[in-house]
């Protein structure tokens, strides 16, 4: 069984870093399309960045130059460094997982697997 448990949220100053990791269970993120999304409230949920199994990235426009997606094979982890945060960056932040070798995809719905969650607070 798969699973994801997302940690490193929490509140901070605009123009401040977080650091987002995603552990996963049941499943290499080196075989695996991880992707980190968020949702603010009122807002759909949308993609911010994503690593294909072969390691390509890809990121939203809105994080491009701020954000870094990345992954550490021997813990089988995803993190997502965030720089420069924004108030606009406020959101939950969730870890997903496409069980599959292709590219990145960016449509949430075909994400296998998802993690609860973790709340990301920017203050102006």
């Known amino acids: 069984q798969v699973q994801l448990v997302e940690s490193g949220g929490g509140l901070v100053q605009a123009g401040g870093s977080l650091r987002l990791a995603c552990a996963a269970s049941?499943?290499?993120?080196?075989?695996?399309?991880m992707g980190w999304f968020r949702q603010a409230p009122g807002k759909g949920r949308e993609l911010v960045a994503a690593?294909?199994?072969?390691?390509?990235?890809d990121y939203a426009d809105s994080v491009k130059g701020r954000f870094t997606i990345s992954r550490d094979l021997a813990k089988n982890t995803v993190f997502l460094q965030m720089n420069s945060l924004k108030p606009e960056d406020t959101a939950v932040y969730y870890c997903?997982?496409?069980?599959?070798?292709?590219?990145?995809?960016?449509?949430?719905?075909?994400?296998?697997?998802w993690g609860r969650g973790t709340q990301v607070t920017v203050s102006s």
């Open positions: 049941g499943r290499t993120v080196s075989t695996s399309l």
């Open positions: 997903a997982l496409k069980a599959y070798y292709g590219g990145i995809v960016t449509n949430r719905a075909q994400y296998d697997y």
């Open positions: 690593i294909s199994s072969g390691g390509n990235t």
